[in-house]
């Protein structure tokens, strides 16, 4: 049989007419779809003698000779006795890794869905008719945001690698990618914003964000504390009337955990508003900030502010470099002790960091009033950019 030319096969798919096919060599087809999508077929027996069609690939991500070498492979392995009408796709080997590893905490399987959304483009393929290329366009579109784009690959190929394990591929397209390939080895975090910045970021996220998630953002840089510790607190943790956040605090004594003097945070006027401003939006949960999805007996998960930075930043037209909500407490201890000049003792204490343990011993002030004064100084500093 004559074969179709590379020609005359992009004439007929530009063409795009719907419902239309062609033969384009032995046992190979190309069909555009009734929303003008060309994909690569090919007819197999099954196992109880009926015909079925089966995908190669999509005409765009495979090229006209790999398309029929996926045609000659499948002939191959019919004639080796292999059971060619066995597949499954990328989402159902996907959910069978998670199913793999058993319990988990909910925290790592968000990681994982995130992961896994990343790779959308992939979810309907067969597996068997992924390309190398079709990976590869999954991780350059997360090169702006390389964890991600690492954590990717990571799940990518354990799929693939289960994909072996049960004799559904003949050779793995991902095996040759490497952390190079995706976001890189990533250097120890030196990121903060430079209040000029701050003059930028903060008007653009409060254009693009949900109020909570910037009124979040605010307050992770104002109190430059870790991310859960915001978010898990609850509105009864606040006395607005002495302008105070007094949270929990634990210690280990003879190896065991232990509840602390509670931990006093400092809240200026600006401050007691903003929290006024979130008891008033979320008045029907116990939580500063809830949780939408999983209704609002929940705090908002903890993936959420980086979800919220991941979909801004896959706009390539975003005004300024990429940062993670942890970068906004090294900014906050930046501007309080080299833009501020605050010493390094009110510094340490702002940001809850432990002492030594010999100091620790004998330095028990929290030192409240230096503290509230270098949040009034933070303020008078950039609240024109981060406050509305």
């Known amino acids: 049989m004559q074969y179709m030319t590379t020609t005359q096969l992009k004439r007929f798919v530009d063409a795009r007419v719907p419902g239309s096919k062609a033969q384009v060599s032995t046992n190979l087809i190309i069909r555009i779809s009734s929303s003008g999508t060309a994909t690569y077929t090919t007819r197999i027996t099954l196992e109880n003698g009926k015909r079925s069609e089966r995908t190669i690939g999509k005409y765009e991500e495979i090229s006209l000779h790999d398309a029929r070498k996926a045609v000659i492979e499948l002939k191959d392995k019919k004639k080796s006795g292999i059971n060619v009408s066995k ?20 925290s790592t399987l ?3 869905n995130k992961c896994f959304d990343h790779a959308k483009a992939l979810h309907k393929q067969d597996i068997n008719r992924i390309s190398a290329e079709a990976i590869k366009k999954v991780l350059d579109k997360l090169k702006p945001i ?6 990717t690959l990571v799940v990518i190929k354990q799929v693939f690698s289960l994909a072996e394990t049960l004799d559904l591929i003949s050779r793995n397209p991902s095996s040759k990618f490497t952390i190079k390939d995706a976001g890189g080895t ?18 653009y996220l ?21 991310k859960q510790e915001l978010l898990k607190t609850k509105k009864s943790n606040f006395d607005l009337e002495q ?11 003879n190896g065991k955990v232990v509840k602390d003097k509670p931990r006093r945070t400092p ?3 600006e401050v007691v508003e ?13 939580f500063l900030f809830p949780a939408r999805r999983m209704g609002t007996e929940k705090p908002m998960a903890h993936s959420t502010l980086n979800s919220a930075l991941y979909r801004l930043f896959s706009n390539p037209d975003v005004p300024f470099e990429f940062f993670k909500p942890h970068d906004l407490r090294r900014t906050c201890a930046t501007l309080l002790e080299d833009t501020l000049d605050i010493d390094s003792r009110t510094c340490d204490k702002y940001l809850g960091h432990k002492p030594p343990k010999v100091k620790g011993t004998y330095d028990k002030g929290d030192r409240l009033v230096q503290r509230r004064a270098a949040q009034r100084q933070l303020l008078d500093l950039i609240g024109v950019y981060i406050l509305d």
């Open 186 to 203: 990533l250097e120890e975090g030196e990121r903060f914003l430079e209040v000029d910045e701050i003059r930028t970021v903060f008007p």
């Open 267 to 269: 809240l200026e006027p």
């Open 243 to 253: 302008g105070l956040w007094i949270t929990e605090a634990k210690k280990k004594t």
């Open 110 to 112: 968000l990681n994982y």
């Open 206 to 226: 409060n254009k693009h964000f949900t109020r909570n998630v910037y009124l979040a953002s605010v307050l992770l840089l104002v109190f430059g504390c870790r």
């Open 274 to 286: 903003i929290i006024r401003e979130l008891n008033a939006m979320n008045r029907n949960s116990e």
């Open 87 to 106: 597949t499954k796709t990328f989402s159902q080997l996907y959910k069978m890794v998670i199913e793999a590893k058993g319990e988990i905490a909910e």
């Open 146 to 151: 390389p964890s991600q784009a690492n954590k």
